[in-house]
């Protein structure tokens, strides 16, 4: 648990020390987002997606990505009615399904667990990524589909399933250098996510805790309603219990860059949810795993 909470921490705060002593300009920062975007978090996207489609693993893990979707567009849905502005709907629908509980999955359960984790985040990234683009972005003069055929994700999606449904296999010499991309993605996420909120201190905290807890309570009621009717059970079930308490993606502070939302409200609210999950909720809900 230590590991895990100095895993997000440290590249957290060094981003933080870096924006305190650097003060990057805007359009430093928003090079810094994009870098992340197009080069780590897209990999990413592709490798996650690949390797879980095109694995052999018990049917009935494929209920966790159900899940995982299901949350995001209930949680959508909902924050749409409650929220005008969209920063605190796409904070609110996309949570950190993958950066936090990998660590604990593979420390609690080992490799079943990480693929476990894996698809949870089919089921979350797919419905989040599809979803932003088309509802989310503030440029209307763009169609709902041309703003999704010019998202980067939407690519690393489409490819990832093309190539698991046809079982091409993707040599290794090819899929190890994508792999390793996207391997560090969480890691330069967070140290962008730390100078996001370095660059804009003025962030509010009512918006973090409205946007956390309405997924919170979202997804810990949808939660057991699987685990009680036998949807998700064993480690599954586990997993899924950890997945209920994450705090916003921290992907989301690029993609609120790249559809043309505020950054500072995005980037404030992810650093807050990330308090309030790691500090408080995750240590009550390792309590009944």
């Known amino acids: 648990m230590l590991q895990e909470l100095l895993d997000i921490y440290l590249p957290l705060f060094s981003g933080l020390l870096f924006s305190y002593f650097y003060k990057p300009k805007e359009n430093e920062v928003g090079l810094f987002a994009k870098i992340v975007l ?32 299901i949350l995001v567009l209930v949680t959508f849905a909902i924050g749409r009615k409650l929220f005008e502005r969209k920063e605190l709907i796409l904070t609110s629908m996309y949570a950190n399904a993958g950066y936090i509980p990998l660590g604990i999955a593979q420390n609690l ?6 693929a476990s984790v894996g698809f949870y985040i089919l089921g979350n990234n797919i419905t989040s990524n599809i979803l932003s683009p088309i509802y989310l972005a503030n440029d209307r003069k763009e169609s709902p589909l041309e703003r999704l055929l010019k998202y980067p994700l939407t690519y690393a999606i489409l490819l990832a399933v093309l190539f698991a449904s046809l079982r ?12 390793t991309l996207g391997n560090v993605a969480s ?17 509010s905290l009512l918006d973090a ?6 997924r919170l309570v979202v997804a810990i009621s949808i939660t057991w309603l699987f685990i009680w009717i036998g949807l998700v059970g064993g480690i599954d079930s ?7 308490v994450m705090p916003s993606a921290v992907s989301c502070v690029v993609i609120a860059r ?10 404030g609210i992810v650093f807050v949810s990330t308090l309030i999950s790691t500090f408080v909720f995750l240590p009550i809900a390792l309590l009944f795993v």
């Open 187 to 203: 890691t330069v996420a967070l140290v962008q996510l730390g100078v996001e909120v370095g660059s804009h201190l003025d962030f």
């Open 258 to 267: 790249e559809l043309g939302l505020d950054p500072k409200t995005t980037s």
């Open 109 to 114: 359960w080992g490799n079943t667990g990480v």
């Open 209 to 214: 805790i409205k946007t956390y807890f309405l």
């Open 168 to 179: 091409l296999q993707i040599p290794e010499i090819v899929l190890e250098p994508i792999s």
């Open 238 to 244: 586990k997993v899924a219990i950890i997945e209920s």
């Open 38 to 69: 197009y080069v780590f978090l897209t990999p990413l996207l592709f490798t996650s997606t690949y390797y879980r489609l095109n694995g052999k693993h018990d049917l009935s893990v494929v209920n966790l990505s159900l899940l995982s979707s």
